[in-house]
């Protein structure tokens, strides 16, 4: 079945503790994406990456990292998380010439106490 | 820069009514792609229905249609026959596939489907 993976589903945390959110896909797209989403916002990319070892920033960049090692996974890394880092998470995936649309992970709801 | 704005923060309708909900793009680039996509309250993203920049003929999938109005930068959506499951929020973006395929969103549209 096609589908994109996160993980942890939820996550609550500290401020300052290093953590890592994985996201894995198992159809091949070369282009891979980080989004968050905050009431009233919409979604909004975080980083993305066209290919492996390639990766760029998207709207809001700061706070996070990402690396792109191999094609299928695409982490999430937050060095230092802060309170307003809580918010709910995506990775998406899709082919570089897509059509059809991005298809989503389940979600990461992350909370920064 | 690529825009997409949606200005209904939320909708009601009638169960068995339609509604349309409305996307307006901004683009210079001739060549995109325009989706809707729902989240119920599970969280989850769902693909609903996709329409290209150089497609004449309106997309439909099922209840789903968008109305394209290329002149106007719109991309409205239309769900016919409003079922209580469709009650979610529903997002509109924009896919830019000559800058790797890039995605822009929405702020999202609240529906609230009514018994």
């Known amino acids: 079945e096609a589908q994109v993976t996160q993980n942890p589903r939820y996550l609550i945390t500290v401020t300052g503790k290093k953590l890592t959110v994985t996201c894995s896909q198992n159809?091949?797209?070369?282009?891979m994406s980080w989004y968050r989403q905050d009431p009233g916002l919409g979604l909004r990319q975080i980083y993305y990456?066209?290919?492996?070892?390639?990766?760029d920033k998207g709207d809001v960049p700061e706070g996070y990292k990402v690396s792109r090692k191999e094609k299928r996974n695409f982490p999430l890394i937050l060095e230092s998380p802060s309170p307003n880092q809580t918010s709910l998470y995506f990775c998406?995936?899709?082919?570089?010439?897509?059509?059809?649309?991005?298809?989503f992970g389940q979600g990461t709801r992350l909370t920064v106490v | 820069a690529q825009k997409i704005t949606q200005t209904q923060p939320g909708m009601f309708v009638q169960e068995k009514e339609a509604v349309t909900l409305d996307c307006t793009y901004d683009?210079?680039?001739?060549?995109?792609?325009l989706f809707w996509y729902k989240q119920p309250s599970s969280g989850e993203m769902i693909f609903l229905i996709y329409?290209?920049?150089?497609?004449?003929q309106n997309a439909t999938e099922g209840r789903y249609s968008l109305n394209f109005q290329k002149a106007r930068k719109s991309a409205n959506l239309v769900i016919s026959a409003s079922q209580l499951g469709d009650s979610a929020m529903y997002f509109c973006?924009?896919?830019?596939?000559?800058?790797?395929?890039?995605?822009?969103f929405g702020t999202g549209t609240s529906l609230t489907v009514i018994p």
């Open positions: 998406a995936s899709s082919p570089l010439a897509g059509a059809r649309g991005a298809f």
């Open positions: 159809m091949n797209h070369e282009y």
């Open positions: 990456s066209m290919n492996v070892e390639v990766t």
């Open positions: 683009t210079s680039d001739q060549s995109y792609g």
């Open positions: 329409q290209g920049s150089y497609d004449e």
């Open positions: 973006a924009m896919g830019m596939p000559n800058t790797g395929n890039q995605f822009y």
